[in-house]
Structure formats: C-alpha cells, structure tokens
C-alpha cells in the first residue's frame, strides 16, 4: 500500500504537531498526520481568542502573539507529539515546549543545523526516523509521493507572477498550507488541481503595482486584500513559497539544505535577489512579528535590496489596522 492509500484509509493517524516547516515526509512516511499549529491558530475563526487562551497561562503580552497561539492550539488539539524546532526557527521555542511539557505534552527536539551542514541535517533527519520507526527507503517514497502536488504548487506559483492568473491571497493561501497540505493530502491537491484549471481560463491581471512579500506570514487575517484593493498584487510571497520546497532535489536531506527559511537572513537574501529580479516587482513589503527577534533582520534586507521597501509590524490577529493602512497606500501610492 502506498502513502497516499494510506493517508485515505487513515491507518495509524496520530497527529504530529510542529511549529514550523520539518522534514514532514517522515510524518507521512509513519502513516501519521503532519499538523503545522500555525495554520490551525490564524485559521479559527476566533484566532484572538487562542491568544487570549495562553495570556490568561501566564504568556506574558510582550510575548509573539503567533507562540500565543500555537501554545493554545497545541493544548486543544489532540497530538500524537510535537516536533520542536530548537534551532532554525525561532528564539522562544524552547519555552514555548517547556510550557507545554509542563501540560505533559510530548516534545521531539530537532534542530536544523546553523552552519547549513548537510552531514549535521541528516544526523537530525535520523534521529527523527528512529522516533517514526521509518528507514531511508520509507522516507524516499514519502518525498516522491508529494513530488506531484509540490509541482501543483510550483506551477500555482508561476501563474501568479508569470502568467498574471492568480491573486497575491490565492498565491498566499495555497503555499501557506502547504507546510502541512491542510492536514488532507488527498483533499488539498484535489482543490488545488481544479483551482489551477479554473484559473487558466481567467483573464490575466493588468497590474498597477507588482509587489514581493518577505517575513513569516501575516498575523492580519486581510492583508492581501487590503492592498488588492489598492490596485497592487502580490507576487511573490517569499516564506510561504518556501514550504512547498520549489527547489528540484535528489533526497530528502538536499530538499531541506535548499529551504531557505532556517538558514538566516542571508540564506532568504540570496533566494529573495534572485526572486524579485526575475518577477518584475516594483517595491517590497517586509513584515516583521512585534517582539520576534527577526525584527532586528529588517536592517539587513533594506541595505541588501535596492527596491522600494517598506516594513510593517503586527501584533494580535485580525483586520489591518487603520495606521497600517494608510502606511500601505501611501506605499502602493508612490509606486503607482
Ligand atoms: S514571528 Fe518570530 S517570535 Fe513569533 S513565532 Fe515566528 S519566529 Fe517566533
């Protein structure tokens, strides 16, 4: 029986959760379900209410309101375990796990190498086999078995900014996910195939402002419609771009050397250089987490790229605010 067959029959389906993008193709290989804490919090329909959740637990408020939320979703779903990333992804991960083994969570520890080491990654990817009880040739097929719907997710991307057929949101949305295919392998390819052909039948944008888009996502649940509705698209959006792997790989340890996100600023420079330039873009959002220490980064990427930028800063979920805003259409105005 094959991966897929598997994920429809639901054998064995624990549920792994993670804070950000791991090595999921072990998870899929142990016929369990990848489960990113992310999408689950700024999907519910009450995000702020999750956050408000891990305040009243003693988080306090100048903590990132994205570790609020995954501290809470952590609590209500029922996980297997949880894979903490302790190196390559963010600073206060380890007292986001200490709190939750405190609830009696079960934490897996792993660590993306700092030095980018293949040989240091793959050590990591096998301690994580061992826990999955899964070898090489399991985890082989897990990786060629999602090759299909990452090249779903590549071709979305190349008819956001080549072909002018999709939406900064629609672009947004379906890479965003892709970090654990909405928990339904089969049902997000399904949708994304039939989005792709509905799509090519549109009439492409005439845009007026192209722009990139390079942080961790939004914690605002309508940014990208906010600055649709000033006339400018996004197309690119460079971390959610990076869940879905673009680049071609021969195994699973070159796939998460070429991911980008855990690797540092200049690691993500390099790959948003060479982005921009081939997508035509006229100016570049950068959006930073208040409290998160990527913030500090924002002075490395405005030096680096020679466009016209502009950083915004949120905080708690929900709608861009009214400063935000009008930050946004006095960029978008400028670039008109
Ligand atoms: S936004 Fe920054 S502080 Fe918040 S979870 Fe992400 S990396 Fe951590």
Redesign the pocket.
Known sequence: MDVLQCLIKGDNMGKIGF??SIPMELIIAAKKIPLDLNNIFITDPKPQALVEIAEEAGYPRTA????KG?YAVALIEDLEALIAVLHG?????QALMETLQLKGLNIIPFAYPFDRDPENLKLQIEKLMKYFKVNWEQVEAARESLLPVRALCHELDAMTWKDNLVSGSENHYYLVSSSDFNRDLVQYQDELQLFIKKAHARRPYQDKVRLAYIG?PPIFTDLYKVLESLGARVVYNEVQRQFSMPGASNNIVEQYIKYTYPYGAFARLEDIQAEVARRNVDGIIHYT?S????QIEDLIFREKLDLPFLTLEGDRPGRVDARTRMRLEAFVKMLI
Request: glycine fraction near 6%; include cysteine; hydrophobic fraction near 30%.
């Open positions: 804070t950000t990132c309101g994205w570790i995954m992804d963010c600073s206060n991960t961790v987490q409290f998160c220490y990527r």
